[in-house]
């Protein structure tokens, strides 16, 4: 899944595809490089980041949307808790809705996903952008987050999503201390239970802190944890880096695949 922030603010590429020639360009690029989705944000979910209006993240992934619902092979996907974001979105051509929130800040948003007939992704986050990296704690984390996704993929079927059109995200960044992020990682088979799994480390600070690196030299960090979420179950990896983490996944996954055919 090839990440698209149309932001000025997001942690990694803020006001890099703020343009909308740049970001048409770009999603096209990374279809090219071997992206499956193009996940569309018009809100940066960065640790402190502050909400914008519906209107305002309207107006920035509308006319990006509708310009390559046409040119693109591959499904779109809208980064955004806001039912009224999502619903203007899958009219202009997304086919599924990554929301942060797991349905919660949006009280309308699972029966509106149910009404399109659209896919859905549900993440962990503990708290909200603005407080999520406030001293989060747990008493088990793997459990937790566990449960609350249980919980949320409940609620979507219970609000007529169907079971096939659900996926689950465990969160790393979002209310998570270092070493959280780290064991989610290594623990991922434990939530296969679920759904499919979408797990998105990319660039992320818990590899910046780990290397003593900033966000532009990253990748081979993000390469590491890619391979390792592979490896433990995941089905969809979240990424800027779409071409050289494809190769990485290609690797990774023929290493499970024929120590599954040895077993």
């Known amino acids: 899944m090839g990440i698209l922030n149309l932001t000025p603010d997001s942690f990694?590429?803020?006001?890099?595809?703020?343009?909308?020639?740049?970001?048409?360009?770009?999603?096209?690029?990374?279809?090219?490089?071997?992206?499956?989705?193009?996940?569309?944000?018009?809100?940066?979910?960065?640790?402190?980041?502050?909400?914008?209006?519906?209107?305002?993240?309207?107006?920035?992934?509308?006319?990006?949307?509708?310009?390559?619902?046409?040119?693109?092979?591959?499904?779109?996907?809208?980064?955004?808790?806001?039912?009224?974001?999502?619903?203007?979105?899958?009219?202009?051509?997304?086919?599924?809705?990554?929301?942060?929130?797991?349905?919660?800040?949006?009280?309308?948003?699972?029966?509106?996903?149910?009404?399109?007939?659209?896919?859905?992704?549900?993440?962990?986050?503990?708290?909200d952008p603005h407080t999520m990296q406030q001293s989060p704690t747990y008493d088990n984390l793997i459990g937790e987050v566990h449960q609350f996704l249980l919980q949320r993929v409940e609620a979507a079927l219970g609000a007529g999503i169907t079971a096939d059109r659900i996926l689950v995200d465990p969160g790393i960044g979002f209310g998570k201390r270092l070493h959280d992020n780290f064991e989610i990682l290594g623990r991922l088979s434990e939530f296969a239970d679920l759904a499919p799994l979408v797990v998105g480390p990319s660039r992320k600070s818990f590899i910046g802190k780990t290397l003593d690196l900033p966000i532009q030299q990253r990748l081979l960090g993000t390469a590491a944890a890619v391979a390792v979420a592979v490896y433990n179950g995941a089905d969809v990896l979240r990424v800027h880096d779409v071409r050289e983490m494809k190769q990485v996944i290609r690797i990774a996954s023929e290493c499970l695949i024929n120590s599954e055919k040895r077993n």
């Not at 092979?73 to 806001?82: A, L, Q």
């Not at 999502?86 to 809705?97: C, D, F, K, T, Y």
Request: glycine share 10%; proline share 3%; net charge negative.
């Open 12 to 127: 990694s590429d803020g006001g890099e595809y703020f343009n909308y020639e740049k970001a048409v360009d770009r999603a096209l690029q990374m279809e090219a490089e071997g992206a499956d989705f193009i996940d569309i944000g018009g809100e940066s979910s960065r640790p402190g980041a502050d909400p914008v209006t519906a209107d305002e993240e309207i107006e920035r992934v509308l006319p990006v949307i509708e310009a390559l619902s046409g040119r693109l092979r591959i499904p779109i996907s809208v980064d955004t808790t806001k039912a009224e974001v999502a619903g203007r979105s899958l009219e202009a051509g997304a086919q599924i809705v990554n929301d942060i929130s797991a349905g919660q800040m949006d009280a309308e948003m699972l029966a509106l996903v149910a009404e399109k007939n659209a896919s859905v992704i549900l993440m962990h986050m503990l708290g």
